[in-house]
T-cell receptor
């Protein structure tokens, strides 16, 4: 069981470039999430997918798009990277039952620098 | 809007000491509360999950309590060790995904 995996681990982009962060989980979880973590700001939710086929905006969605490719995979795309998007990005998943978001499990993170 | 606060932001204790980390939240309509550990440069590791119907959860030297009515949770670490040095985050879950506090950075000095 690999849990939640993320690729790449590190990335440097120039302003205006695009890229996709990949996330996959092998725990058969319904829900998946993308967060960013910045010094002094804590963890903030970018987008989430409560179940396959659905996506919703979180606290800081501007400048990002997501795709829930299937139950296992949830990708985050930066269409035109900006220095303000320099951050550590974490993907997470949870089983979810009913209306309750249950225990979340996190990936190791992607460290993104935008120059 | 749910807000989660963790005080203190940083804490330094000698090895062997028992300690308590605090977490408070503004909206008591939660389903659960989760405590995480984060080592420098690493992801988050789940420590304990407390459902709203529970008052506490224990795992080894860790004990987490929940008082929904007062909007507070504590994480008790017994007999602290240098290996416990990390940032500890609490997060509350309702009918929306988790809302995180900014964490308490713990240093246990040998």
């Amino acid at each position: 069981n690999a849990g939640v995996t993320q690729t790449p681990k590190f990335q440097v982009l120039k302003t205006g470039q695009s890229m996709t962060l990949q996330c996959a989980q092998d725990m058969n979880h319904n829900s998946m999430y993308w967060y960013r973590q910045d010094p002094g700001m804590g963890l903030r939710l970018i987008y989430y997918s409560a179940s396959e086929g659905t996506t919703d905006k979180g606290e800081v969605p501007n400048g990002y798009n997501v795709s829930r490719l299937n139950k296992r995979e949830f990708s985050l795309r930066l269409e035109s990277a900006a220095p303000s998007q320099t951050s550590v990005y974490f993907c997470a998943s949870s089983p979810t039952s009913g209306g309750s978001y249950n225990e979340q499990f996190f990936g190791p993170g992607t460290r993104l620098t935008v120059l | 809007k749910q807000e989660v606060t963790q005080i203190p932001a940083a804490l330094s204790v000698p090895e062997g000491e028992n300690l308590v980390l605090n977490c408070s939240f503004t909206d008591s309509a939660i389903y659960n509360l989760q405590w995480f550990r984060q080592d420098p440069g690493k992801g988050l590791t789940s420590l304990l999950l407390i459902q709203s119907s529970q008052r506490e959860q224990t795992s080894g030297r860790l004990n987490a309590s929940l008082d929904k009515s007062s909007g507070r949770s504590t994480l008790y670490i017994a007999a602290s060790q240098p290996g416990d040095s990390a940032t500890y985050l609490c997060a509350v879950g309702g009918n929306t995904p988790l809302v995180f506090g900014k964490g308490t950075r713990l240093s246990v000095i040998a």
